[in-house]
């Protein structure tokens, strides 16, 4: 499974200028390997969430791997720690922390501390990783980005059913973090204490002088993509977001560099050592969201330069396509449909002879393949499916 | 969202005459504005309900406006109400009404009274009116066609949990209307009290010398449009039915003669005041049951010189589409799936350059296109939607 991120777009002529002509950055790319594919294979545009949704990476990615996004969602604690490689531990509790400013009377003046640069993030979180101390609670405290932080609690019998303390306005002082049920008196304990030792910490630190935590959350207790699916599956990105919820599913996560070329040599080298591979190319939307149409369009290329490698090694399943789509014309995610590819020697071929947004739409699996059928498809293309009945 | 009742249609000849060259109502017009919106939007066919369903144009219009057809139903005697544009308020009972003609035992002879006419039917519900007396409670009947009223209850604490009082066959007594649970008790109580006298008061009149009441119900209690989708809505449409359905999602509805122009005119007045349109023409569905195949053709061709004055108010999201499908050959609404556009400066145009039936088939909505999907999907296009996860 080859994921250009970011992979569906727009034509740089739109209904904005009066000029539709154009082609989409897919279409404009220059790609005789992805054709080729797409002519040998089943083509269309798959839906990551549902209509209208733009979906954030967590969740593309969790439908491409077969898990429906809105059943199966991630607390916001855990994807902070999931999208900045921290090894979450089952029973840990994460939250995802604000340094913010306080007044005299304790009241919050600024909810993000006038977006503190990162280093100062990390000088504060330093800090309180030294200096606040639990009793049978291990405290980790890492610096995101500017004022985000991490929060994890480590310790037995933990429990995620606590409210914020973040009041989400200015004004107000922080609140206390309420357990929802009793099993989480204990870990609203923990916190409250965490949060009262801090106060003290930070004290005379300006302009961050106090912390707001949100998203109490643990690792989820989802199926595995080995126990669903019966493959032994590595993840093969650069951005530990992507092998974060590759993790979350069980696959075995490679780290490598930002490049194709040696994402394409770890294929190579763990070929025999796995069923299924997910390959993740981060940059596509990077450059969607940039805004640059043309970087998009060769890194494309880059990508369709790599297909002959893959197809060296004889896999029996190819699926070529995108967790969303990035249009550069738009600079972010959008909720358009994103192309898909599927490559069998036992796939019936359709009429589509070109892999792009339009020529797609005339391609065996529709306009609208829903992201979560990509798995059992791709199954029954490599004949490991069952028949169902007699 | 510019709604042609009974856009979608059938070609002249058909399987029926072993002629299938014909075209469409939509196809044979000359639509040169609804063409250029179908280039540069996006095109299918929508499923109003469901595979084969039929609907009526209440459930029809909800499904457009985002309200699944199948969960959010009308009672019987809150939608005659709506249809007719009585002003339901909350807490009053509806009910739909047949005056019937029973015989000297009390048995029922005809539950039509030999349909009546109209007239004759607001005669009797003026008497009605007039003469029935129950402590507080008001009581309103109001004449709709034929042999058919509404009867509206209002008080305090009434219920709509109470049985209908028709047998549904003749040779019968009208039944009694039972409380189908305590608190309904009193309700039913007052509906037996209003049959009681309404017996003696039409006794001696022919043929019409009794009632029967059916689908006692109360407006609903949906959540409304603009707390769904954010948008400040209202309804430009000629027929009561439109407005009234259009009402019970809380949009305003404004009255209009049944006259494009004029309902242009108002879009173009209140502009400004809102963010959701919805304009209804009325006259393509009445031309359709009428079987006048080219009246449709030329009502459709009306429609499409209004787009100009549309598009030059500079809209963010084009909707144009029917509510269902009623070809002129059949007469009547039918269960064939509705042509279906949509423009706005950030879709991606498909490859479908002309506004039709077939031509449609070819659009990135597909052919069966959820109508309850097309809100989400121009709140998406309208950038309305936040992202889902991160």
Chains 1, 2 share one sequence.
């Not at 939250?95 to 913010?100: D, I, T, Y």
Request: charged content about 25%.
């Amino acid at each position: 499974m080859l994921v250009m991120d970011g992979l569906g777009g727009l034509p740089i002529g739109t209904n904005e200028t009066n000029d539709t002509s154009g082609k989409t950055e897919l279409e404009t790319a220059h790609t005789p390997n992805l054709d080729k594919l797409a002519a040998d294979g089943i083509t269309g545009l798959h839906l990551p969430v549902g209509t209208g949704i733009t979906p954030g990476s967590g969740p593309a990615h969790l439908g491409l791997f077969g898990y429906d996004p809105l059943e199966f969602q991630i607390g916001r604690g855990a994807l902070e720690a999931v999208g900045i490689g921290f090894d979450l531990e089952k029973g840990d509790v994460a939250a995802r922390g604000n340094f913010c400013t306080v007044d005299d009377s304790g009241k919050i003046s600024d909810r993000r501390a006038g977006r503190i640069d990162t280093s100062t993030c990390q000088k504060l979180s330093e800090l309180l990783n030294e200096k606040v101390k639990i009793d049978g609670v291990e405290v980790i405290v890492q610096a995101v980005r500017e004022h985000r932080f991490l929060l994890v609690l480590r310790s037995d019998g933990l429990s995620d059913a606590v409210a914020e303390t973040d009041p989400q306005r200015t004004g107000k002082a922080p609140l206390s973090p309420e357990a929802f049920e009793p099993k989480a008196d204990k870990t609203s304990s923990i916190i409250a204490d965490f949060v009262e030792q801090a106060a003290v910490i930070l004290k005379d630190q300006r302009p961050a002088n106090m912390l707001l935590l949100r998203g109490f959350s643990q690792l989820p207790d989802w199926p595995l993509f080995h126990e669903l699916f019966g493959l032994k599956a590595c993840a093969i990105a650069a951005y530990p977001m992507y092998r974060g919820v590759a993790k979350l599913v069980g696959m075995v996560p490679y780290e490598v560099d930002d490049d194709l070329d040696k994402e394409f040599a770890l294929l190579e080298q763990y070929w025999s050592d796995y069923d299924f591979f997910f390959l993740h190319m981060k940059q596509t939307d990077s450059a969607g969201e940039d805004g640059d149409f043309a970087k998009k369009v060769s890194l494309i290329e880059e990508m369709d330069q790599m297909i002959p490698r893959a197809m060296k090694l004889k896999p029996d399943v190819v699926i070529v396509t995108g967790d969303h789509s990035t249009p550069a014309i738009m600079k972010k995610h959008s909720w358009h449909p994103v192309p898909l590819l599927l490559w069998s020697k036992l796939c019936r071929p359709d009429n589509v002879k070109e892999f792009g947004e339009r020529a797609c739409l005339g391609g065996s699996l529709g306009a609208a393949f829903p992201a979560t059928d990509i798995m059992p498809l791709a199954l029954a293309n490599a004949g490991r499916l069952e028949k169902f009945g007699a």
